[in-house]
């Protein structure tokens, strides 16, 4: 808006207070206009935000706007705008003096499209660390959106979170949800976190909802929830919409967008700053400086969602050139493989206890269980090669330069042998499931065919056999949750063969499920069969005793 006429009272040349000397208009909200200006004293540049154009602001104007002067004032941060001065002009006009940031707004850039994982991580990790700092001084900013994000190429910090005009200071020391105080709901539709739409609860994750948002259309140049159905699995849209438009990203930030999008806020990671400055390349602009500011040491971060993110990205460094690997090989490097990173302690589902029902050799047993964790998705290529560079194996025949595809690190991996699936286990920490475990998760107390009941639901259990077979490759972990999950929260069950541990088994290993591309078997839990070698559609996933 460089340029502008400014309104009627308020024109070029005007000097405010003695001091402030207005250059041109550029920018205007509901709250007001903001200029350029030159503050005399110090012949210093700087923003003049004026409530209500002028002389018109009405009293709850007024009050909004001092509010956000003095919440301002509370706040230090290098991705936070800064407040120099607040006041009233002789003529009645209140005014807000702020930094000056040159540059542009995320809402312009997007407009150019998405931007590439890493600096969108950069970005988002700035944004979220002057969120935290904020929460850390009491304060929500309640309006996070790409146009409160400007981005400034003439500053070390890129970043700068603007406009805290529907801020608000509250205690958030307590466990009990704090209220607004007003009924009507404040902010921007479609960026308003569902509880405080429908309660007025507020709360710092409030705020994170915001930030999934954004984070979102950084990756995706669009709003994961534009043009849903409200009637929709929205989580399972967005994942899609996400992995469709950023095959780039890694898994562990695409799980942390969506933790954020979580309606529930309980689920939502409680300092996304930390998660997100974990998954930065050292190498990235202000990694440094946004790591050690939202608290982050050597490790990843947890949240309440299960999210795990990673330290360094697993992708990071090349692989050594594939080449056959004989048993005794095989052998050695899973003897001397070093430890698991963080990043494939994937979410892992508490499965209660149970009497489970199995048919083996056309004889029925049954097999009382104790409770245990599953891993709620298979193991993946990206899983995988995090284990390959930790010495366990060698790369998959199948991947070029000794990696896997950007498009297969969210896949499940398979042409893993059964044994060569159980030393990956016992890296991780963990252990095949058995035979009994498996179905007792996957079909339930009620033995059901399919993970989600016994008939086969055309909305939700289609694309398991149309959409990845057009991609000649499983479809990325989680693409039909939670509408394809079992009643105990497993995910992607019919997907891949699943390798199992039945020790009774004479002959082979056996495999339970089916497959995407197995069109000879039609999927089901009740499918059972055994293998005694790697195939293309067999995977597995890990357990864990309770």
């Not at 269980?369 to 599953?374: I, Q, S, T, V």
């Not at 990206?382 to 284990?387: K, L, P, R």
Request: with cysteine; net charge neutral; proline share 8%.
């Amino acid at each position: 808006m460089s340029g502008e006429t400014p309104p009627r009272g308020v024109r070029a040349g005007v000097v405010l207070a003695g001091r402030y000397s207005i250059v041109e208009a550029i920018g205007a909200g509901g709250m007001g206009t903001v200029y350029r200006a030159v503050q005399l004293g110090l012949s210093r540049d700087v923003a003049v935000k004026l409530v209500g154009n002028g002389r018109s602001a009405t009293a709850e104007q007024a009050a909004r706007f001092e509010r956000e002067a003095r919440l301002l004032a509370r706040l230090s941060h290098p991705a936070i705008v800064t407040v120099f001065d607040f006041g009233r002009a002789d003529d009645g006009t209140l005014f807000l003096v702020l930094e000056l940031v040159r540059g542009e707004s995320l809402e312009s850039r997007l407009r150019r499209g998405r931007l590439p994982w890493t600096e969108a991580v950069d970005t988002g990790a700035q944004v979220a660390a002057a969120l935290q700092a904020a929460h850390d001084a009491g304060v929500l900013h309640r309006d996070l959106k790409p146009s409160n994000v400007m981005l400034s190429a003439a500053t070390a910090t890129r970043v700068k979170l603007i406009d805290f005009g529907l801020a608000r200071l509250a205690d958030f020391s307590g466990d009990t949800p704090v209220t607004a105080s007003s009924s009507a709901v404040m902010g921007t539709p479609g960026y308003i976190a569902p509880e405080y739409a429908w309660t007025g609860a507020v709360s710092p994750q409030m705020d994170h909802y915001a930030l999934g948002l954004v984070l979102f259309e950084l990756l995706a140049a669009q709003h994961p929830f534009a043009a849903v159905d409200p009637r929709a699995d929205r989580l399972a849209l967005a994942r899609q919409r996400l992995v469709t438009a950023a095959p780039d990203a890694p898994p562990a930030l695409v799980e942390l967008v969506l933790a954020l999008l979580s309606p529930d806020p309980a689920q939502r990671p409680p300092r996304p700053a930390a998660a997100l400055a974990a998954l930065l390349p050292s190498s990235t602009t202000a990694a440094g400086a946004v790591a050690e500011r939202a608290g982050v040491g050597a490790g990843a971060v947890s949240g309440k969602g299960g999210v795990t993110a990673l330290v360094d990205d697993v992708f990071a460094s090349a692989a050594p050139t594939p080449r056959p690997t004989p048993s005794s090989t095989r052998r050695r490097l899973q003897a001397t493989a070093g430890p698991p990173p963080e990043a494939v302690a994937r979410p892992m589902v508490d499965v209660p206890g149970g009497l489970v029902r199995l048919v083996v050799d056309q004889r029925l047993h049954e097999v009382r269980l104790r409770p245990f964790a599953l891993d709620k998705h298979p193991v993946t290529h990206g899983d995988w090669y995090a284990f390959v560079q930790a010495g366990g194996a060698e790369p998959l025949p199948s991947w070029r330069g000794g990696r896997p595809a950007r498009a297969d690190v969210a896949c499940p991996v398979t042409m893993v042998r059964f044994d060569d699936a159980a030393a990956y286990a016992k890296w991780a920490g963990r252990r095949l499931p058995t035979e009994a475990e498996w179905v007792w998760a996957a079909a339930g107390p009620d033995g059901w065919t399919y993970p989600w009941g016994d008939g086969w639901q055309t909305g939700s259990s289609d694309p398991l056999w149309t959409e990845p077979l057009e991609r000649r490759r499983p479809g990325p972990i989680g693409l039909y949750t939670p509408a394809g999950d079992s009643v105990h929260g497993v995910s992607d069950l019919l997907s891949v063969w699943e390798w199992v541990s039945a020790p009774y088994q004479t002959r082979g290993a056996v495999v339970r499920g089916g497959a995407w591309r197995d069109r000879s078997v039609p999927p089901s839990l009740d499918n059972r069969s055994w293998e005694d070698a790697a195939c293309a559609d067999i995977g597995f996933r890990c357990a864990r005793s309770g």
